[in-house]
């Protein structure tokens, strides 16, 4: 088992309010390129007790057995079940089929392409029908949405204010590992992130980049305990007015390639000649463009494997008439 660093290997778990029994709640999936609607489901079974214990599966996130017996079936019966409230408009099946089609309409106001539909129908259906649990839908950001996901904590006096910015475009470990190690860089830290708008991480990426648009993204980093506050739509320069308005002691980068600005200039030039720029080695080699390109090569496994999910789910979903 690991632990999440709230406390130290051997530490006990929290006492439940009141001197009572501590809650201990379990929760399992597969996990698979873990976005924003698994951190939803994580934070909802959280505060459902005290301690949480996540389960990862070895593959597929099926919930029935070998035989087609529902895996949580006697836990249902002794009454100890609770579902966690989806949340609409993602999924990893949506996120695979905007990796596949190269298509730059999910990150726009544009309807998406009648290829993309087709496609994003096909990977998530099986022969048999669709699934109401993993089919596409249209993602809209709500404050609620993002109020779920802040912490709500502002900078206290004394506190060191570090700066990042980028697109964390599918919201990776190597994105976690970079701002823990920007985290650690201080006693006491205040993580500000910074996000680019769509167009400026397709000007600087090119291709269909950013798969996740930027109310995703937002959600996404948001839910990263070492990040205490996002810039929704940062500039892509860190200029003096920027510095000056978040109060910023530190600004750092990971060792990715910085494109220059569009008139050719270094967008981090400002804290260069102020010298608190740092850059800084996640020490993970996993980016962006490695996770899209594992998904290009292995698509027709990705495809099979969902499929043999889906059949399996709604097999079961009408043998219990829960299909609506």
């Not at 599966?57 to 836990?75: C, K, N, P, Q, S």
């Not at 993002?146 to 900078?155: D, H, L, R, V, W």
């Not at 739509?233 to 494109?259: I, N």
Request: with cysteine; net charge neutral.
């Amino acid at each position: 088992m690991i632990r999440n660093g709230h406390g130290a290997p051997g530490t006990a778990e929290p006492p439940g309010a009141g001197g009572r029994r501590p809650v201990r709640v379990w929760c399992d999936g597969c996990y698979d390129m873990v976005h924003y609607g698994h951190s939803n489901q994580l934070r909802q079974a959280r505060a459902m007790g005290d301690y949480l214990v996540v389960g990862v599966h070895t593959d597929d996130d099926i919930t029935l057995t070998a035989d087609g017996r529902d895996t949580y079936a006697e836990v249902k019966q002794a009454g100890r079940y609770r579902e966690c409230k989806r949340t609409q408009g993602v999924s990893t099946t949506d996120l695979v089929g905007r990796m596949l089609l190269a298509t730059k309409a999910h990150h726009s106001g544009q309807e998406l392409s009648s290829e993309y539909r087709e496609y994003a129908d096909s990977f998530g259906k099986c022969p048999g029908g669709r699934n109401p649990r993993t089919g596409v839908s249209q993602f809209l950001q709500t404050s609620q949405k993002i109020i779920q996901f802040a912490s709500g904590k502002e900078p206290q006096p004394g506190e060191t204010i570090i700066y990042v910015a980028g697109a964390f475009d599918l919201f990776h470990i190597g994105h976690v590992d970079f701002l823990e190690k920007v985290y650690r860089l201080a006693d006491r830290p205040y993580v500000i992130a910074g996000l680019h708008f769509d167009q400026e991480v397709n000007r600087y990426k090119g291709k269909n980049y950013p798969i996740m648009s930027l109310h995703e993204r937002t959600l996404s980093v948001l839910a990263c305990r070492y990040v205490a506050e996002v810039v929704i739509g940062a500039p892509y320069a860190v200029t003096a007015e920027l510095l000056a308005h978040f109060k910023v002691d530190l600004v750092c980068h990971g060792k990715t390639e910085v494109m220059a600005d569009r008139d050719g200039s270094d967008p981090y030039q400002e804290p260069k000649r102020r010298g608190i720029f740092r850059q800084i080695d996640s020490g993970s080699d996993l980016t962006t463009d490695l996770i899209v390109q594992r998904i290009i090569k292995n698509r027709l496994e990705y495809e099979a494997r969902n499929q043999k999910k889906e059949a399996k789910e709604l097999a079961f979903l009408e043998a219990h008439g829960q299909q609506s």
